[in-house]
């Protein structure tokens, strides 16, 4: 992923409190904003960075079983 994008989306966020994270999560996602796409998924490397690996394959359990049933 394009190293300005991420600086970018973490840059935008830096100062924020998590409920102003959390409210631009839930947002893109109730909104379907296709637009915040990209910055969903920089939040998603973060996360992804942070885990452990018994969190790791719980977030890959989630998106798994999600998938099989089709939303």
């Known amino acids: ?38 910055g969903l998924g920089i939040f998603f490397l973060l996360n992804w960075e942070e885990s452990t690996e018994e969190e790791r394959n719980k977030i890959i359990d989630n998106i798994y079983k999600k998938i099989k049933k089709g939303t």
Not at 16 to 29: G, P
Request: charged letters at 40%; zero cysteines.
């Open 1 to 38: 992923m394009n190293s300005e994008i991420r600086d970018y989306i973490i840059n935008n966020f830096k100062d924020d409190e998590k409920d102003t994270i959390r409210s631009a999560i839930e947002d893109s996602i109730n909104d379907n904003d296709e637009v915040a796409l990209p």
